[in-house]
């Protein structure tokens, strides 16, 4: 069987995904992206590689073997003034800087077509990590209040309006007040700036209010950057005094799911998958 090809950033999820194709017989072939290189993902076969050798990146995926490619983990837009790139690259940049003018879906759809016009199928990480993928309904914790529900909806509705515009794919909201909208801080930041909103507008340990949602962008390329949370997202939500996080049902990844659940049973929030047509 030909190796998953992982082209990965930062973080748990080109890990987890490199852990589950081996687990399933496939086996994974990474290339850590220089300057995101993540020590963990030297254990498994594969080398770093700067962002922009593009032509490099092919050319290595095709001589593991490799049919299937998978981008995964946390990649900080670059200066592409000082990019060093390789032919490949260079040929590719003028497609890379105008679509980067329309945002980070144009970008990445840039990449994904031309990997399949070298032949890869390009997989989104959910396809090749299905256990990843949020389910419907209760996660952790309890049911929803009639009041949170609300906000959820609303929140629901906030994150869309905000990528429509390729802004970002969260936000937070607390008996109908919207308290922050995810931008290009990551929602780790974001969580930190509602932690420092007053108490009486967010609530507390002592009395939680209100939710993080996060969700895809309406029309975005799912087989990158799908809404991802973890362990680290649940303890923030609690920080700031938010009573849970609600994801899109089929549409955002838990890291560590058990780990997750039983960090929120812990702390008293609750995980809950919500619908894209209702908001429930």
């Not at 890869?120 to 949020?134: C, D, I, N, R, Y």
């Not at 009041?147 to 909806?153: A, Q, S, T, V, Y």
């Not at 990158?224 to 939500?237: A, C, H, N, Q, Y």
């Amino acid at each position: 069987m030909a190796p998953l090809g992982i082209i990965a950033g930062l973080g748990d999820l080109p890990v987890a995904i490199a852990e589950n194709a081996i687990e399933e017989g496939q086996g994974a072939y990474v290339l850590r992206l220089k300057g995101f290189d993540d020590p963990a993902l030297a254990r498994f076969p594969g080398e770093a590689i700067g962002l922009g050798e593009v032509g490099g990146i092919l050319k290595k995926l095709k001589s593991a073997g490799c049919e299937e490619v998978v981008f995964a983990g946390i990649v900080k837009r670059p200066d592409f003034s000082n990019l060093k790139l390789d032919v490949k690259g260079v040929t590719l940049l003028p497609k890379v800087l105008s679509a980067a003018k329309k945002g980070d879906d144009a970008l990445l759809r840039v990449l994904v077509n031309e990997f399949e016009k070298q032949g890869f199928k390009v997989l989104g990480s959910h396809e090749a990590h299905k256990q990843l993928l949020a389910p419907e309904g209760i996660i952790a914790g309890h049911q929803p209040t009639d009041e949170e529900f609300l906000d959820i909806e609303h929140a629901a509705r906030v994150a869309s309006a905000t990528g429509a515009l390729d802004i970002g794919q969260g936000s937070v909201v607390c008996n109908g007040l919207v308290l922050a909208v995810e931008a290009q801080e990551g929602t780790d930041a974001m969580l930190d700036r509602c932690a420092a909103l007053p108490e009486e507008i967010r609530g507390s340990a002592l009395s939680r209010k209100g939710v993080l949602v996060k969700r895809p962008k309406p029309a975005q390329e799912l087989r990158i950057d799908l809404p991802t949370t973890g362990v680290s997202t649940v303890e923030k939500v609690a920080v700031a005094g938010l009573a849970g996080l609600a994801i899109e049902a089929g549409g955002a990844l838990l890291l560590n799911r058990r780990k997750m659940i039983e960090r929120a049973e812990e702390l008293g929030v609750f995980i809950y998958g919500f619908t894209p047509e209702t908001g429930r």
